[in-house]
C-alpha cells in the first residue's frame, strides 16, 4: 500500500514537470509499531522439573522485537529552489530564495510561488487565474495605466523609474505545514507563521521552473517498483507457506509426529 | 486502479498540449505580427491521506499526508513582447513599435484588432489589409496619389497632382488595451477584444504610451525558434517520463494481479 501511494505521489511529481513554481513532494515512511516478543518458558502452575516444585508465575524470555509494517510518516514539500527561466515578459516574476508571493481569492489568502502576473482590465496585478496580488502589507496592486513597468530585487515596483508599489513576498516559517492547495497556491495552516520576507530576491521577465526533475523521479519510480514487487514475493511466499501448512495438517507421512 | 494512472496520463496531456502549443508558434515564425503563445501549467488538487489534526493518542497530527492528483493546463498566455522590424521598402507597410494594434473592419462590420501592418490598396485606392479588411478609421488614397509615406506619428502624406509639396490624406490611430494578454487570436492574424482584455482606447500613435510606426517595415514574428526548440525537447522528455509512470503503474497492477495466479 505504501509502496502504491508512492508511486502515486511521484507520478504527481512527474506531471508537474513542467508547472511554474511546482515543489516535489517527497514521501518519508515509519515502521509500523513494533510488538515484543516473548518466548514462553514456563506457564504458571505447571511443574518445574528439575525442582520438583510448581512455578507460581509465569516466566518469559524475550525474544526481540516483531514489525507489523510500514506506514507514510509525512509526505513534506521540498522547497528546493528551481531554475529560473527568463520569458521576457515585464509581468512573470521569479523568485530566488525562500520566500513566497501573496494572492488572495475567493477562500482567503494563499502563498504561491508562481510569478506569472496579469494585469486585469481593471489594472489590477492578479495570477493567471485572476486572483489579486497583495503587497507587502497585505493590499491589492494597482498598475499604472501606461508606462514601463520595472522591479528591482526587493520587489519594488516602478512605472518609469517613479515607484508605485512593492510585491509583497514572505517568509513561511515552518515550511511543514504549509500545503498544496493546487492550482499553484499552497495555504498556510499554522497560525501567525508568515513574516515579511527580506532575504529573497526577485527577477523579474523571468519564471521559477519546477523543482521536480525527470531523471530523480525515474529513479524514484523504478526504486518503488520494485519495492511493491519485492513485498508480493513476501505475500506470495507466505501464502505458500500456510498452504503447505494446510494441506500438511492429517498427513501422517510428512509429520514428524 | 491506481491513482498514478491518472496522474501521468494527466502529465502526458498536459505535456501534448505543450508540444501543440510549440508546433502553432514554430509554424508561424515567419507570420507578420504573430504573437508566441506559451503554454502554463497547474497542479491539480490533492488528495488527503491523513489530516492534519488527526488524533493519534493523546496528540494529533501536525502535518498532513497528501498526494496530488495530476496537472492542469493553467494558461496559453500569448507574449505581447516587440518582434524584429523587417524593412521591406514597400510604403504601405507599417510596423508598430511598442504597444498598441491597428483596427481593421472585417465584413461582417465587427471590429478586429491587429498587429500585421502590411496594407495594400483596393481598387477604391482604400488601404486593406491581405484578407481585404478596411483599416479602420478608413483612409483612402486619391487615385493619382504617388510617393505614400506613414510618419511615425500615423500621418499617410502623399503626393497629389497639382501640389508641390506632399499633402496629409489620413491618419492612422493605434488601440491599446489593459490587458494585451486577455485578447481573443482569431487567426489570419487578427485579435478580438474581450473582458479580460478591457475596452480598447483610441490613441495617436507616440501618444499616451501607444507605439510609434515606421512605414516601409513589418514586424516579424516574435517567435525564438531557439527556445522553442529547446522546449520541444524538454516537453518531449517530460512526455516520456509520464509514459514510465504509466507503464510502472501498469506492471505494479500486473504484479498485483499475478500473486493471485502464481499461488
Redesign the interface.
Known amino acids: 500500500m505504501v509502496a502504491e501511494n508512492n508511486i502515486d505521489m511521484i507520478a504527481n511529481n512527474l506531471a508537474n514537470v513542467s508547472t511554474i513554481g511546482f515543489k516535489r513532494q517527497m514521501m518519508q515512511i515509519e515502521s509500523q509499531p513494533l510488538s515484543d516478543v516473548y518466548r514462553w518458558q514456563s506457564d504458571p502452575g505447571s511443574a518445574v522439573a528439575t525442582q520438583g516444585t510448581l512455578s507460581s508465575t509465569a516466566s518469559q524470555a524475550y525474544v526481540g522485537q516483531l514489525g507489523s509494517g510500514a506506514e507514510i510518516y509525512d509526505t513534506p514539500t521540498n522547497f528546493e529552489q528551481g531554475t529560473i527561466e527568463v520569458t521576457g515578459n515585464d509581468l512573470d516574476f521569479a523568485l530566488y530564495g525562500k520566500g513566497f508571493f501573496a494572492v488572495r481569492n475567493a477562500q482567503g489568502i494563499r502563498y504561491t510561488r508562481d510569478g506569472s502576473f496579469v494585469r486585469n482590465p481593471a489594472n489590477i496585478l492578479t495570477t493567471i487565474d485572476g486572483d489579486a496580488v497583495l503587497d507587502q502589507a497585505g493590499n491589492l496592486i494597482v498598475l499604472p495605466p501606461q508606462g514601463k513597468i520595472t522591479s528591482n530585487t526587493a520587489g519594488q515596483l516602478n512605472v518609469d523609474g517613479v515607484p508605485f508599489a512593492k510585491l509583497g513576498v514572505f517568509d513561511v516559517t515552518n515550511p511543514r505545514v504549509v500545503r498544496s492547495n493546487g492550482s499553484n497556491l499552497l495555504l498556510d495552516s499554522g497560525t501567525g507563521n508568515v513574516t515579511p520576507d527580506l532575504t529573497t530576491s526577485l527577477v523579474q521577465g523571468a519564471q521559477e521552473k519546477s523543482n521536480a526533475d525527470v531523471v530523480r523521479s525515474i529513479v524514484e519510480l523504478i526504486i518503488a517498483q520494485r519495492w511493491f514487487d519485492a513485498n508480493t514475493k513476501v505475500i506470495q511466499t507466505e501464502d505458500t507457506a500456510t498452504g503447505l501448512a494446510i494441506s500438511a495438517v492429517g498427513n501422517t507421512t510428512s509429520g514428524t509426529g | 486502479m ?4 491518472y ?2 496520463a ?2 502526458m496531456q ?2 501534448q498540449y ?1 508540444i501543440d502549443t510549440i508546433s502553432n508558434n514554430l509554424a508561424n515564425v515567419n507570420t507578420t505580427g504573430f504573437r508566441t503563445n ?9 488528495q488527503e ?2 489530516a ?1 489534526g488527526t488524533p493519534v493518542g493523546a496528540s494529533v497530527v ?11 493546463i ?2 496559453s ?1 500569448k ?1 505581447f ?1 516587440q518582434g524584429v522590424l523587417n524593412q521591406t521598402s514597400n510604403p504601405l507597410d507599417v510596423a508598430i513599435e511598442g504597444d498598441g494594434f491597428f483596427q481593421v473592419t472585417r465584413p461582417d462590420g465587427t471590429i478586429a484588432y491587429t498587429r500585421d501592418g502590411s496594407f495594400k490598396r483596393d481598387a477604391n485606392g482604400s488601404l486593406v489589409t491581405a484578407d481585404g479588411f478596411f483599416l479602420s478609421p478608413q483612409i483612402t488614397l486619391p487615385a493619382a496619389a504617388t510617393q505614400v509615406s506613414v510618419g511615425q506619428d500615423g500621418t499617410v502624406t502623399a503626393l497629389v497632382p497639382g501640389s508641390v509639396l506632399p499633402v496629409q490624406v489620413g491618419k492612422i490611430t493605434l488601440v ?1 488595451f ?2 494585451n ?2 485578447l481573443a487570436p482569431q487567426g489570419q492574424n487578427l485579435f478580438t477584444e474581450t ?5 480598447p482606447t483610441v490613441s495617436t500613435p507616440g501618444i ?2 501607444a507605439g510609434t510606426l515606421q512605414g516601409g517595415y513589418l514586424e516579424q514574428s516574435n517567435v525564438s525558434v531557439v527556445t522553442e526548440i529547446v522546449n520541444l525537447i ?2 518531449q ?2 512526455f516520456e ?2 509514459s ?2 504509466v507503464t ?2 501498469d ?2 497492477l500486473a ?2 494481479v ?2 493471485k495466479a ?2
Request: aromatic share 2%; glycine share 12%; no cysteine.
Open positions: 491506481m491513482r498514478a494512472l496522474t501521468a494527466s502529465g498536459a505535456q505543450n506559451l503554454a502554463r501549467f497547474q497542479d491539480l488538487i490533492y491521506l491523513r492534519p501536525a502535518v498532513a499526508q497528501d498526494v496530488g492528483l495530476g496537472v492542469k493553467g494558461s498566455e507574449q513582447t491599446r489593459t490587458n494578454a486577455g473582458a479580460a482584455s478591457g475596452a499616451n504610451g524538454v516537453a522528455r517530460a517520463a509520464n514510465k509512470a510502472t503503474s506492471q505494479v504484479t498485483a499475478q500473486m502464481g499461488a
